[in-house]
């Protein structure tokens, strides 16, 4: 069951990653929700439907607004669309490393069946 300085090494700094996730992420959380928050009250041209549906109808929005928000939505959408490229790049990294630890698991669990085996 003799693992590796390599593997150690490896397992340590998932261990130290997973510890530390939840507080990153529900920092991440909050600051997002911050964000969406912020922008819903001071800008809700950019966030709020609602509010660019009724300004539209009440014709309140400025002709330069508009060019604007259409110049900017395909700008917005790539960026969407180059977020989700992101997220399914680092899905593929996550579940490499994870084809790594089931074959560091595997490994261990041979070598102990080996040793039960010849004793």
Request: glycine letters at 4%; hydrophobic letters at 55%; aromatic letters at 10%.
């Amino acid at each position: 069951m003799a693992l590796s300085a390599q593997e150690k090494s490896f397992i340590e700094k998932r261990i130290k990653f997973a510890r530390s996730w939840p507080i990153a992420g529900l920092i991440m959380i909050l600051v997002l929700a911050i964000l969406g928050l912020w922008l819903f009250w001071s800008r809700p041209l950019l966030i709020n439907p609602w509010f660019v549906l009724s300004q539209l109808k009440a014709e309140a929005v400025s002709e330069s607004t508009l060019i604007l928000m259409a110049a900017i939505l395909p700008v917005s959408m790539l960026m969407c669309i180059g977020l989700v490229v992101v997220f399914i790049l680092l899905g593929f990294s996550v579940f490499s490393k994870e084809r790594k630890y089931i074959s560091i698991i595997h490994r261990l669990i041979s070598e102990q069946t080996e040793k039960s085996d010849l004793q």
